[in-house]
T-cell receptor, first 118, second 115 residues
Framework: AQKVTQAQTEISVVEKEDVTLDCVYETRDTTYYLFWYKQPPSGELVFLIRRNSFDEQNEISGRYSWNFQKSTSSFNFTITASQVVDSAVYFCALSDPRGGGSNYKLTFGKGTLLTVNP | ETGVTQTPRHLVMGMTNKKSLKCEQHLGHNAMYWYKQSAKKPLELMFVYSLEERVENNSVPSRFSPECPNSSHLFLHLHTLQPEDSALYLC??????????????FGEGSRLTVL
């Protein structure tokens, strides 16, 4: 069975601090995708990144960076120089393409509530 | 218009009521989803529709009944709910493209309270 663990329930930082959100996953599949989503107070989840299991290159997008390590089954997310607008719940998710690839199911972690204080 | 629109945003109902949640996507996607988000629990996938056919029913009680009349609209009909069904119900859509799953686009959710 698939599982995603986000051990940090809540994190509170002061603006401009760097913060890392941890994600550890379990799957028996060799092909899978990992995602991060952001849920601001308005409620809708916003897609941040997708990473497939064959691509272990780290990725940077502005202040956001992701560290994918297959050896430790982790896909951590770092926000550099955090801002108040980064305050949200962040979800890590895991999917497995099903036979033929059409339709898939996301397994979400419980989320990490990040609060960035001014 | 926003990509995925859900109505109503808030709903309070008694256990004997019948109500429906509506979702509409304006993104031209071919798959739609219902997720349930309860406090301190992971998001739970309830239903998946691909090309208007239900392809996933994740052991959801029959008091929840989905309907997908076309690729742009998705409903969740609610009947004889329990207080533990109180949650945020999120609709999402995606463009399935074979081996390469697309990202999900979510609506803002319908906050349901069952009294």
């Amino acid at each position: 069975a698939q599982k995603v663990t986000q051990a940090q329930t809540e994190i509170s930082v002061v603006e401009k601090e760097d913060v890392t959100l941890d994600c550890v996953y379990e799957t028996r599949d060799t092909t899978y995708y990992l995602f991060w989503y952001k849920q601001p107070p308005s409620g809708e989840l916003v897609f941040l990144i997708r990473r497939n299991s064959f691509d272990e290159q780290n990725e940077i997008s502005g202040r956001y960076s992701w560290n994918f390590q297959k050896s430790t089954s982790s896909f951590n997310f770092t926000i550099t120089a955090s801002q108040v607008v980064d305050s949200a719940v962040y979800f890590c998710a895991l999917s497995d393409p099903r036979g033929g690839g059409s339709n898939y199911k996301l397994t979400f972690g419980k989320g990490t509530l990040l609060t960035v204080n001014p | 218009e926003t990509g995925v629109t859900q109505t109503p945003r808030h709903l309070v109902m008694g256990m004997t009521n019948k109500k429906s949640l509506k979702c509409e996507q304006h993104l031209g996607h071919n798959a739609m989803y219902w997720y349930k988000q309860s406090a301190k629990k992971p998001l739970e996938l309830m239903f998946v529709y691909s090309l208007e056919e239900r392809v996933e029913n994740n052991s959801v009680p029959s008091r929840f009944s989905p309907e997908c009349p076309n690729s742009s609209h998705l409903f969740l009909h609610l009947h004889t709910l329990q207080p533990e069904d109180s949650a945020l119900y999120l609709c999402a859509s995606s463009q399935e493209r074979g081996w390469n799953p697309g990202e999900l686009f979510f609506g803002e959710g319908s906050r349901l309270t069952v009294l």
